[in-house]
């Protein structure tokens, strides 16, 4: 698999969620129960969005939450919410079932993960 990164044991199937917010932290809780990352980068990424808005939403029904590498990561990580139906993030235009939780220790390591990210969702036949 292009993701070896992505062990099933971080990867969570839900109906649904009450907002944005809800769907960043439920999709964080693999990454914080595996400590790669701590609670102050959960609040880190809600807090970009709400500063910077749904930049996160990459593609209809694709998000991908990331904040700014700090010492709340301790490596790099990643982790999926599979929603049966979609959360909107800021508006309607905006939304996804499908929210990917990526922790980075610096502004470069995580990039292979990103590239493979993309290939796999570039494949339609996986996604």
Known sequence: MAL??????R????????????????A??????????????VQAMIDSVNELGPYIVIAPEIAIAHAR???DVHQVGLSLL???QHVAFCDEDHYAS??????????HSHLSVLQNLATVLGDNQTV
Do not use: C, H, R
């Open 69 to 71: 590498p700090n010492n």
């Open 11 to 26: 990867i969570i199937v839900k109906e649904q969620v009450n907002d944005w917010t809800e769907a960043i932290t439920i």
């Open 4 to 9: 070896d990164i992505l062990s099933t044991t």
């Open 82 to 84: 599979k929603l049966n």
């Open 28 to 41: 964080s809780q693999p990454l914080l129960q595996e400590q790669i990352i701590e609670q102050g980068y």
């Open 98 to 107: 499908l929210i990917f939780v990526l922790s980075a220790i610096d502004n």
